[in-house]
């Protein structure tokens, strides 16, 4: 009797072994022997679901966004105000663990690749457009008067920068300075 095969399963456990090859030696020394290595296969079932390193990093990108996307559907699916939902949605794409922490190391990696390359550009800015229009509703809750869409794309920026340090340093009081700066941040939206 032929083995059972997960696609999708299979095609979950590559995506994390290439993020750790990414979090742990960046997006530069990424190749498809050593994703094969870390997965614990041979290159040819690498290639078997990813024709080339190009299509497997877009894909790491995407599935790495997803996995914050999903995060943050369920925080603002949770109970609570607006303001705490919206908090902890945002707090959901900080790197405060080591989840998060890995999936910042490649964003990182994929920023810096995205200057150079359209096609990782392009997937970025439509994450980013999809979480600014994730956001805009929730503010407009927080903040009824305020410009939501520039509110929104400011959130994003703040999230960046904080997310940034907390990520290149990933200390105790980095990660407490970038919650801090947040929650103060959404409280002076909401009084707006």
């Not at 997960?6 to 990424?30: P, Y």
């Not at 190009?54 to 109970?79: F, G, P, Q, S, T």
């Not at 490649?106 to 994450?127: C, M, P, Q, Y």
């Not at 509703?137 to 960046?160: F, N, Q």
Request: glycine letters at 4%; proline letters at 3%.
């Amino acid at each position: 009797m032929p083995k059972v095969v997960d696609h999708d399963e299979r095609r979950r456990e590559l995506m994390e072994a290439s993020w750790q090859v990414i979090a742990d030696e960046g997006l530069e020394s990424l190749t498809m022997r050593k994703i094969a290595a870390a997965a614990g296969c041979t290159t040819g079932r690498l290639t078997h679901y990813f024709a080339n390193r190009e299509e497997l990093v877009l894909a790491a990108l995407k599935a790495a966004y997803d996995a914050a996307a999903i995060r943050m559907a369920a925080a603002l699916e949770a109970n609570g105000t607006p303001r705490e939902r919206l908090l902890t949605m945002l707090e959901e794409t900080l790197p405060l663990d080591e989840v998060r922490l890995r999936e910042w190391k490649i964003w990182i990696a994929f920023w810096g690749a995205a200057a150079a390359n359209a096609s990782l550009a392009v997937e970025n800015d439509t994450r980013h457009d999809r979480w600014r229009e994730a956001l805009v509703p929730l503010i407009r809750e927080i903040a009824p008067e305020s410009d939501a869409d520039y509110e929104a794309t400011r959130l994003i920026g703040i999230v960046d920068g904080l997310g940034l340090q907390a990520a290149i340093r990933p200390t105790t009081q980095n990660r407490n300075r970038a919650q801090a700066a947040l929650a103060t941040h959404l409280r002076s939206l909401e009084k707006s």
